[in-house]
């Protein structure tokens, strides 16, 4: 069996060796960039990408002898399923495997946007979207002290409690965060779902992030926003023409980020293990018993990504001791800062995704308290930022 895989997916050499080593037959190829040679393609019976690889008719006439193929991102809109599928070719994809990591990344840019602001966004949040992303960063919104709701209306239509079709009672919220795939057709489409129209009825010092797909906001709608001096803020990590990003418009957003949202350490090993486990289950016939490595035992390259954090209060913790404990595992000022220093080109946006240093999740922090947690709703807060605690005893 000869697998190509996307040469940035961490681990992916370790992996196949560990199943090499259990006597599978095995031959790993690795490609750089975004899109595979045509003579590595040739050869691939199974093929592994993340979100920058388009997957068309064209690249799978290439690889003849494809049979399966899997992408380690919870997106697909980068592969032609029906195209897949023509040519027998099992997909994949990885739902939930940077989940953690997205709904970190919202909990930074807010947390730094409040500590900014010395104050809270006021008004409720709206979570467009309530996947597995989308779920993840109404709950730690939620931790920080927010009234959090669910935009959700393929889901509402369905029954499914707790998500709303309410879509002015999105335009009226303080905080807006996005969370959706990319879709062009249907009822509910998402192309351009925040139009020129829908950013100018935002509210006053409404804070817009994105962090699903690029064109789901119209960058030149935020351009119009930029020009008529809006009092709008604006985080962007995707970006509407990816790998190319709209460099006029970032001297006015509050954070960019070169598409990083999810890159927690934890979140793209997770993403390179679910595959190998995929392949095997889909590929290996059943009387070869392979065992692959815990994620906790992969996660061990990377000790200071992982380490505890630890923070101890003697009282219930205020918004800002919260908000400063979010920023202590991850400070999207870092990443806004790198991609701001560079020269915006799209080999620049793709150097800084390849080189992306190892991110440690919120879920590293510890919570050291008295008798403040003992109390269910500081437990639940807590839980929702995904902090562990501990008790203390007072001297």
Known sequence: MHVLADASMPLVNELADALTAQGVGLTLTTFQGRQPQPELLAQADALMIRSITKVDSQLLAQAPKLRWLGTATIGTEHVDTAACKAAGVAFVSTPGVNANAVGDYVASAVSNFALQCQQLPSGEVAIIGAGHTGRAAGQRLSGLGFTVHYYDPPLAEQGVKGVHADWQRVLNSGV????????????????????SAAIAALPADCLLINASRGAVVEEQGLRQAMQAQQPLHVVLDVWEHEPTIAADLMPWLLYATPHIAGHSVAGKVAGTLRLFEH????????????????????????????????????????????????????????DDQLLRQNAFTEADFDRLRRNYAARAELSCGEVHGNDWLAQSEWQERLAQLTFSFKFIQEQ
């Open 176 to 195: 807006i965060s996005c969370h959706v795939p990319l879709t062009q057709a249907g009822t509910h489409a998402t192309y351009h779902l925040f139009d």
């Open 279 to 334: 392949v095997c289950e889909t590929l290996l016939i059943p009387q070869q018993r392979v065992r692959l490595p815990q994620l906790s035992q992969l996660l061990e390259h990377w000790p200071e990504a992982t380490r505890k954090r630890q923070w101890q209060t003697l009282q219930a913790p205020t918004w800002q001791m919260l908000a400063s404990w979010v920023r202590d595992i991850y400070d999207i000022r870092n």
